[in-house]
């Protein structure tokens, strides 16, 4: 089957109404500028998108909430965006806030065929109610379910024709993660190369992973917040 | 009374060479730059990087390397990246040796409260629920009081919580405390501030064994 797409435009042609997507990245880093792009400009209403944070007003998944394209999102650190905050004070948006560490690992569960997983992370905490709890060894745990997802849009350094990835920096965060989760993995890459030139030592994730992968154009990798120490 | 650099200064006499540590965002983020000489300490940024290096300099700045504040950062001799669900097993199976963070409020038995106040726009959580959950030592930076003056060390935390009975210790402008079974317990006072302006100040009941020493910064 062919994995390689021309472009985020054909990579995305059918996500549609009501889907769930995972999208990597931690704040601006990471994230599938191309995808979200495509995604955007396509529209598909009513999604459900797990991923650590929001985007900005003007960039990543807050392009997404400016078209109104989101229904829920599933984050756990939403920062700094104005768009995001009007609609959910005026109910237009589902927020689901959860631990990073419980978010990750949820991701992992997907990935690793597991079903669910135990953390101590919320107990004793709102994040904590209505679930399943159990004590192993004299510490309680909270029972914390696989995310399901019907896509997982990801951003990798390299990648080759057989759907082998390769991140860069901490640019890496929850992309292998939601790589191995989703029901179809589309990937984008800054460079895409032919099955045998990455040296299989250095794969992070396994091309079995990736449905789709596609070189992506123009990175914009707006940054955050830019800390620097002066020259002497 | 100390400022915000000088409690940073404060939590970084706690740090121990060989230490694996984990600073939140705010004051906690300072205490890198109090690291006391001789001491190697390794950071961890729950974003995945081990050996958190210095702001780069001027023209340096790489946007696939950013620390958990989303700031650019560098990496040091012996740095590694990793994915989020690695990042968090190391805190859960306690290989982080300290956690620093911030609190909004803290109560006698180590609850702590510190992402949410009702009412007002809620940002989320975080790491900080994986941290506190797991960490074998936790040190909160933060003020005595709040904007009104009111006392941030409770018998009970009003706000919703972060976790519990996990503070150990708390450093704040006015006083070193320690959370034993019985409550708090004070430790040092910041110099100029007196062991009565410290109860004052303080909601929750306050053990003082004998003379208070004065922190030495």
Same mark, same amino acid.
């Given at each position: 089957?062919?994995?390689? *797409? ?71 650190? !939403? ?38 997983? *135990? ?7 709102? !994040? ?38 390769? *991140? ?15 029901? !179809? ?24 992973? !990736? ?7 123009? *990175? ?13 | ?10 939590? =970084? ?52 390397? @950013?620390? =958990? ?40 038995? $180590? ?7 009702? $009412?007002?726009?809620?940002? $989320? ?7 506190? =959950?797991? =960490? ?16 941030? %060390? ?9 976790? @519990? ?21 004070? %430790? ?28 030495? %910064?």
């Amino acid at each position: 089957m062919k994995k390689v *797409y021309n472009n985020a435009d054909e990579a995305i042609f059918d996500i549609s109404e009501g889907n769930t997507l995972m999208l990597g990245g931690f704040g601006l880093c990471g994230i599938p500028e191309n995808c979200i792009a495509a995604l955007e400009k396509k529209g598909a209403n009513n999604l459900i998108c797990i991923s650590n944070n929001a985007g900005v007003d003007d960039f990543g998944i807050g392009l997404l909430l400016k078209k109104k394209l989101i229904k829920k999102m599933i984050a756990s650190y !939403v920062g700094e965006n104005a768009e995001f905050e009007r609609q959910l004070l005026n109910g237009e948006l589902d927020v689901e806030l959860i631990p990073q560490g419980t978010l990750a690992t949820r991701c992992m569960a997907a990935g690793y065929g597991i079903p669910a997983i *135990y953390t101590p992370a919320g107990v004793g905490t709102e !994040v904590a109610e209505g679930k399943e709890s159990r004590i192993f060894k004299g510490k309680e745990y909270l029972m914390e379910f696989a995310f399901e997802a019907d896509f997982a849009l990801v951003k990798a350094w390299k990648g080759d024709t057989a759907g082998n990835l390769i *991140y860069k920096g901490t640019a890496r965060n929850f992309n292998p993660l939601m790589a191995m989760a989703g029901k !179809v993995t589309i990937a984008e890459v800054e460079e895409l190369v032919e099955a045998g030139e990455l040296d299989p030592n250095e794969i992070h994730t396994p091309g079995i992973f !990736v449905h789709r992968i596609f070189k992506g154009n123009s *990175y914009e990798k707006r940054i955050e917040q830019r800390t620097v120490r002066k020259r002497l | 009374m100390l400022d915000k650099n000088q409690i940073a200064q404060r939590i =970084a006499k706690e740090l121990k060479d060989g230490f694996y540590v984990n600073l939140g965002i705010g004051i906690p983020t300072l205490v890198a730059n109090y690291i006391p000489e001789g001491i190697n300490v390794t950071l961890q940024s729950e974003n995945g990087l081990l050996g958190m290096g210095p702001f780069p300099l001027e023209g340096e700045e790489d946007p696939d390397l @950013i620390n =958990a504040g989303k700031q650019t950062i560098t990496t040091l001799p012996g740095s590694s990246f990793f994915d989020s669900a690695i990042s968090f097993g190391m805190i859960r199976a306690g290989k982080v040796d300290l956690t620093v963070l911030g609190a909004m409020e803290v109560s006698e038995n $180590g609850d702590i409260a510190s992402w949410k106040i009702p $009412g007002k726009l809620v940002k $989320g959580m975080g790491g900080a629920m994986d941290l506190v =959950a797991s =960490a074998k030592n936790i040190i909160v930076a933060m003020m005595h009081t709040n904007s009104k003056g009111e006392s941030k %060390l409770l018998k009970k935390c009003k706000l919703p919580l972060t976790g @519990i009975n996990c503070v150990k210790k708390i450093v704040t402008d006015l006083a070193v405390l320690e959370i034993t079974d019985k409550g708090f317990r004070l %430790l040092e006072k910041a110099p100029g501030i007196s062991v009565e302006e410290i109860k004052n100040k303080t909601e929750a009941n306050l053990i003082c064994d004998g003379e208070i020493p004065e922190m030495k %910064l």
